[in-house]
T-cell receptor, first 113, second 116 residues
Framework: GQQLNQSPQSMFIQEGEDVSMNCTSS?????WLWYKQDPGEGPVLLIA?????ELTSNGRLTAQFGITRKDSFLNISASIPSDVGIYFC?????????????FGTGTRLQVTL | GAVVSQHPSRVICKSGTSVKIECRSL??????MFWYRQFPKQSLMLMAT?????????EQGVEKDKFLINHASLTLSTLTVTSAHPEDSSFYIC????????????FGPGTRLTVT
């Protein structure tokens, strides 16, 4: 099936640094979601975006829904060791409970002290 | 956020046997649930959409007779891997949408299936 392109694929950063990752699509989405997955666990929802241009924060995390509706980015400020994990973007083309999510390829984040 | 549980978290079975995985929405009702499969170091791939009161919708390439889905109630969907083989070993994750318009989707903790 279709996947969204996420970049970078992986990042190795030092504690305290800011992190930026993005997600692009060839088609339009009406909803963008950002998830974090720890090893052996299911993805945890971090931020949900519903409108083009929307900028939403959740603690040290900030995400934006691109104006073209074909991209989104996630920023993490002042990273800490527990930010380690895989971050996935996901898009929904339609509204409604039966609307499927299309997932990004993932960004693996590693944080050193 | 909403809570989705899965059981079991890990299962080891012998080749040729069947395994049932349960997915429950704990604090909300879900007329739709989704089943995903995830291989190591890869993203989530949607297998099927589970619909309460009707047949599941399978993604292209997913064998419906091998991966049986039953959405028995508004809080429970089950995935049965029938006649499991080693290549079915994987991490299976369910999710359920909630919130106004079903915009947000919450995932279960996943089930690690190992077929020997």
């Amino acid at each position: 099936g279709q996947q969204l392109n996420q970049s970078p694929q992986s990042m190795f950063i030092q504690e305290g640094e800011d992190v930026s990752m993005n997600c692009t699509s060839s088609s339009i989405f009406n909803t963008w979601l950002w998830y974090k997955q720890d090893p052996g666990e299911g993805p945890v929802l971090l931020i949900a975006l519903y409108k083009a241009g929307e900028l939403t924060s959740n603690g040290r995390l900030t995400a934006q829904f691109g104006i073209t509706r074909k991209d989104s980015f996630l920023n993490i400020s002042a990273s800490i060791p527990s930010d380690v994990g895989i971050y996935f973007c996901a898009g929904k083309a339609y509204t409604g409970t039966a609307s499927k999510l299309t997932f990004g390829t993932g960004t693996r984040l590693q944080v050193t002290l | 956020g909403a809570v989705v549980s899965q059981h079991p978290s890990r299962v080891i079975c012998k080749s040729g046997t069947s395994v049932k995985i349960e997915c429950r929405s704990l604090d909300f009702q879900a007329t739709t649930m989704f089943w995903y499969r995830q291989f190591p170091k890869q993203s989530l791939m949607l297998m099927a959409t589970s619909n309460e009161g009707s047949k599941a919708t399978y993604e292209q390439g997913v064998e419906k007779d091998k991966f049986l889905i039953n959405h028995a109630s508004l809080t429970l969907s089950t995935l049965t891997v029938t006649s499991a083989h080693p290549e079915d070993s994987s991490f299976y994750i369910c999710s359920a949408p909630t919130g106004t318009g079903g915009y947000e989707q919450y995932f279960g903790p996943g089930t690690r299936l190992t077929v020997t």
